[in-house]
């Protein structure tokens, strides 16, 4: 494609990066598409609460991300062992996602021998694939979202994109890819595969009052990112045709 093709849309600067580095005789434009969280309009419209329909009894973190290892659970683990050392085991965390990755058959049960090695397995929900409404609403009723990922190709991958569209506090790896999205008083970085520095994060969003946004508020900031992805498509579009 890079080699064909006049325009190339890629989700990430890092892409574009990557693209240069390891691809030879690029022909192709490369255009890196803006970031832009936008809620669906189901998503503010649902209210339920599921807590007790997935047994979840104390305040919580969530992570939704499939078990693959790059996805990095095995230092979420560990940083949230150290954040209960620190704050008391008066938290979960709830995981979302499939749990089997194929490249890596033994990873989930390996994941699962960590948490009783830490101490945590009764304080974690893995639920595994559910509805992706239900993940919305379980997003919605927690503290924050986590992404521990290492790797991405697109800033945050889905799960922050979901929670930046939806006002959720997010607690993401400093990774290159994830540096592209902007910081503000919901995004929080920590150094990647570092415990303490999860725990540390953690344990300052917990203690952080975050004014709730208003769906008006919500909608209106997806408007304003749907509008700047649109105008990047239709430029890119006209460049390819003149």
């Known amino acids: 494609m890079l080699q064909q ?6 989700n990430a600067k890092a892409v574009r990066q990557d693209a240069e580095k390891f691809v030879s005789d690029i022909k192709a434009k490369i255009h890196v598409l803006p970031f832009s969280p936008s809620p669906r309009p189901i998503w503010l419209s649902e209210s339920q609460d599921l807590r007790l329909h997935y047994a979840i009894e104390k305040p919580y973190f969530i992570i939704s991300n499939q078990f693959w290892i790059h996805k990095n659970h095995t230092s979420a683990f560990k940083g949230f062992a150290k954040f209960l050392e620190i704050a008391g085991k008066e938290f979960q965390l709830v995981c979302t996602g499939e749990t089997q990755d194929f490249r890596v058959p033994e990873y989930f049960a390996n994941l699962l021998d960590l948490a009783k090695e830490l101490g945590i397995k009764d304080d974690l929900k893995i639920l595994g694939h559910i509805p992706k409404i239900d993940q919305i609403a379980l997003l919605k009723s927690s503290i924050a979202v986590i992404q521990p990922t290492l790797f991405e190709g697109g800033p945050g991958g889905g799960a922050s994109y979901d929670a930046i569209s939806l006002g959720k506090p997010l607690i993401i790896s400093d990774i290159e890819v994830n540096r592209e999205i902007d910081k503000d008083e919901r ?48 430029s890119v579009i006209q460049q390819s045709v003149s």
């Open 187 to 234: 995004v929080f970085f920590f150094e990647a595969e570092n415990a303490e520095s999860l725990a540390y994060t953690m344990t300052k969003v917990a203690k952080t009052n975050f004014t709730t946004l208003t769906n008006q508020e919500l909608n209106s900031r997806g408007l304003k990112c749907k509008k700047l992805c649109g105008e990047f498509l239709l």
């Open 5 to 10: 093709a006049d325009h190339v849309i890629v």
